[in-house]
């Protein structure tokens, strides 16, 4: 058996972030940046209104105030939208809209609160009576003043989110250049697989792997491409992975990679994968290589335990690496709330729930523990408990690593 350093080692030293594609900003979020992104247009994009109100020339109001209201003749309205407002005149005013471009001739906005017209939806005034004296500039949002064109506004690098999206799209990008969602095909393996909501009957299973893998897939940020299930035939295994392989940035199988005589990813793929044991429990047999050497296969034991275990350790890292991010995220740590016993001479990742503290304390999901086909304990686990190679029992209160994931 080999580490799981030395096998972590193996897998990201042949994986690479992809290739930036350019994608539009609605498909972008969650992804990270792989260049500046440079303002097309001012923000704002004209001169315009802060406020619901009377667009005027401020030297018409000089002296106005409470007591003293100057009434205005008003011309029009500019609602936001408006291409070619109305211009303001010397010694009158144009009602006028938040958003709204400011009009010709004006240089200040009243607020409809310092006048003598009700907010809302009401019939256009022949005349305004204004009790403010504006300076010159006043609720008017000057173009550019937020952004010019040519600022960055976006770094490469940033991983999108709901703000940077918007800050995009408001400088004047349609798309972006980003590391792409990797595209992972999910394909199971065994003649015993049935499809989920079917009675297996004797002797099969639902095909639950195949939909376990699909979510963590996108958990971790991956774009999963379903294959379905495959029996324990190698040509059949390799005819879909030929067929998908073009369309597939990373390819994920479950089962049929142990020491059995009908472990069909062994006999289909061991001419560009390489198989060994690594020193966990559970997911000891793992299988991995680079297809047509570029997309990064990964071949997972079939229990379901293992294969979220397998996930999590070795696959995760190496998504992580495709999208550009840190592939490895250090461990925390908790304290065990009960004993349990561990693999002699293997690292143990024991599905946990924790109750959050200062220092978090955990409890084996299953009272099974670690068993890789405890699938009760996939539903309850939040973590995993992660126990050294040459430790033989956790009692209460020992730490523990905890691996957690989104």
Wanted: charge should be negative.
């Amino acid at each position: 058996m080999i580490t799981v350093e030395e096998y972590q080692e193996h897998v990201l030293g042949q994986v690479h972030p992809l290739v930036p594609r350019r994608v539009a900003v609605t498909e972008a979020h969650g992804l990270r940046l792989a260049e500046d992104v440079a303002a097309v247009l001012a923000v704002p994009p004209f001169d315009n209104s802060a406020m619901d109100g009377f667009a005027v020339r401020a030297a018409d109001l000089a002296g106005a105030g409470e007591d003293a209201p100057v009434a205005l003749p008003v011309d029009g309205d500019v609602p936001a939208g408006t291409t070619r407002p109305t211009a303001v005149e010397p010694g009158r005013a144009v009602r006028i809209m938040t958003g709204a471009p400011l009009p010709p001739g004006a240089d200040a906005v009243v607020p409809v609160e310092l006048s003598d017209q009700p907010p809302g939806a009401t019939a256009l005034p022949s005349r305004v009576l204004l009790r403010r004296a504006p300076a010159v500039g006043a609720h008017v949002r000057r173009r550019g003043e937020d952004v010019r064109p040519g600022d960055v506004v976006l770094r490469a690098g940033t991983v999108l989110g709901a703000t940077h999206v918007s800050a995009a799209v408001s400088a004047g990008h349609g798309d972006l250049l980003v590391l792409p969602r990797p595209r992972v095909g999910v394909l199971a393996t065994g003649d015993e697989l049935c499809p989920p909501g079917v009675d297996p009957g004797p002797g099969r299973i639902p095909d639950s792997n195949s939909v376990l893998v699909a979510g963590l897939v996108r958990e971790a940020g991956g774009e999963p491409v379903p294959l379905g299930s495959v029996g324990d035939d190698p040509e059949e295994l390799r005819a879909v992975v030929a067929g998908a392989l073009p369309h597939l940035d990373a390819l994920v199988t479950s089962g049929g990679v142990s020491v059995g005589t009908k472990d069909v990813v062994k006999a289909a793929l061991s001419g560009e994968l390489a198989f060994t044991t690594v020193a966990m429990q559970p997911g000891k047999p793992q299988g991995f290589g680079l297809l047509e050497g570029r997309v990064p296969a990964f071949a997972l034991p079939g229990n379901p335990v293992s294969v979220m275990v397998s996930f999590h350790v070795h696959v995760a890292p190496a998504l992580r690496r495709l999208l550009g991010q840190p592939a490895r995220v250090p461990l925390a740590t908790a304290r065990a709330a009960v004993a349990w016993r561990c693999p002699p001479r293997r690292r143990q990742y024991l599905p946990v729930t924790v109750d959050d503290g200062p220092v978090p304390s955990v409890h084996p999901a299953s009272a099974g523990g670690s068993g890789s086909h405890l699938v009760a304990s996939l539903a309850a686990a939040q973590a995993l408990a992660v126990v050294p190679e040459d430790v033989g029992a956790v009692a209460p209160g020992d730490e523990v690593g905890l691996l957690r994931w989104p």
